[in-house]
């Protein structure tokens, strides 16, 4: 295993480990000097999701869906991806025929305020959701008087 000094993106020095035989080594060295050093992976990943969040956040508002309930954490991942089944369910009643469950969809969006339930959910698509709570609404027992 050989050390190898590597000038990264931003001029950033880093050391890595480096095993095998010296073409491999070489190779290797030249990806990482395009990458960024880890402290700026870092710093750019987290101005990305900061990013995100505050785009979510708006479209949120002026939807005028209601805000999440959670940590810091689960609010900011949740927020983004709310933000995103609720593109992709205007994108459905808009633009592919699912013109009748727009109301349901809006209920969907509408009535989930646990930022746990869409970071739990985050693959499921809007068909399946809108199942999820239909099915988590039929259990509950009815507040009727």
């Given amino acids: 295993m050989s050390e190898c ?6 001029g950033h020095v880093q050391i890595y480990s480096i095993p095998s035989s010296y073409k491999w080594r070489k190779s290797m060295a030249e990806r990482l000097a395009m990458r960024l050093c880890p402290d700026c992976w870092k710093a750019d990943q987290a101005k990305k999701r900061a990013e995100a969040t505050a785009k ?3 479209s949120a508002k002026a939807a005028g869906l209601p805000t999440l309930r959670g940590s810091e ?3 900011n991942w949740a927020a983004t991806i709310r933000a995103d089944k609720l593109a992709v369910a205007k994108e ?6 699912f013109k009748e ?3 349901a969809m809006l209920v969907l ?3 989930i305020k646990d930022a746990k ?22 259990k509950k027992p009815s507040n009727r008087g």
Avoid: C, P
């Avoid at 459905?92 to 025929?97: D, F, I, S, T």
């Fill in 117 to 138: 339930f869409w970071i739990n959910n985050r693959d499921a698509d809007i068909i399946g959701l809108m199942k999820t709570v239909a099915e988590d609404t039929a």
């Fill in 92 to 97: 459905l009643v808009a633009n592919r025929g």
């Fill in 5 to 10: 000094r590597i000038i990264q993106a931003y």
């Fill in 73 to 75: 954490k689960q609010v």
């Fill in 56 to 58: 979510a956040t708006e």
């Fill in 101 to 103: 469950y727009e109301n």
């Fill in 109 to 111: 969006f509408h009535s």
